[in-house]
């Protein structure tokens, strides 16, 4: 069964601290792998795509990985912002057809 | 438009009751996407567009669910008989093209449906 689980559930961090939320899935065959964030009240924002081939990709603070081998990813988000805390979804699509798997997400709220 | 608007942002009803949600997706977007997304949960795919016609529906969760883009561009879902089980966040997105290659899904801010 395609799935896509994402530790830990909640983390709560003090600003200017990193952190790294992590994804494994089971999603077979693997097309690409994607990381949203969803403030409070809104719609999820994307932050990275990556591919089979790409094993690391940036955005700013954020910065994913992906190992297709262990079929894990993380996030890394860098010198935390008050502006961070969110939702952040991991989301797996498979190549035989488009429609996404989403993991619960992890609340990450971060403190002053 | 700049982004995906969704209308109403909150709508309350009562069991039993017809209900029906908007989507205006990007403009030049041919793909559009529902999901339905409970607390805590990520969202949960319901239907997905390629132009007017609905190519997938298989995460309708029953026959009350239907949804339409008559010109492949605007979206509604309808919702019939609601049940308390239906209330959630309705979200919609539209991309260029389609999710399963690196195309990126914008979303809507979502239509809270809270069914008493």
């Known amino acids: 069964k395609n799935q896509v689980e994402q530790s830990p559930q909640s983390l709560i961090i003090l600003e200017g601290k990193n952190c790294t939320l992590q994804?494994?899935?089971?999603?077979?065959?693997?097309?690409?792998l994607r990381w949203y964030k969803q403030d409070t009240g809104r719609g999820p924002v994307s932050l990275t795509i990556m591919t089979f081939s790409e094993n690391t990709k940036s955005n700013g603070r954020y910065t994913a990985t992906l190992d297709a081998d262990t079929k894990q990813s993380s996030l890394h988000i860098t010198a935390s912002q008050l502006s961070d805390s969110a939702s952040y979804i991991c989301?797996?699509?498979?190549?035989?057809?488009?429609?996404?798997?989403w993991g619960a997400g992890t609340k990450l709220i971060i403190k002053p | 438009g700049a982004g995906v608007s969704q209308t109403p942002s909150n709508k309350v009803t009562e069991k039993g009751k017809y209900v029906e949600l908007r989507c205006d997706p990007i403009s030049g977007h041919t793909a559009l996407y529902w999901y339905r997304q409970s607390l805590g949960q990520g969202p949960e795919f319901l239907i997905y567009f390629q132009g007017t016609g609905a190519a997938d529906d298989s995460g309708l969760p029953n026959d009350r669910f239907f949804a339409v883009r008559p010109e492949g561009s605007v979206s509604t879902l309808k919702i019939q008989r609601t049940e308390r089980g239906d209330s959630a966040v309705y979200l919609c997105?539209?991309?260029?093209?389609?999710?399963?290659?690196?195309?990126?899904?914008?979303f809507g801010p979502g239509t809270r449906l809270t069914v008493l």
């Open positions: 994804c494994n899935y089971t999603v077979s065959p693997f097309s690409n």
């Open positions: 997105a539209s991309s260029l093209f389609l999710a399963g290659s690196t195309d990126t899904q914008y």
């Open positions: 989301v797996v699509s498979a190549r035989s057809n488009y429609q996404l798997i």
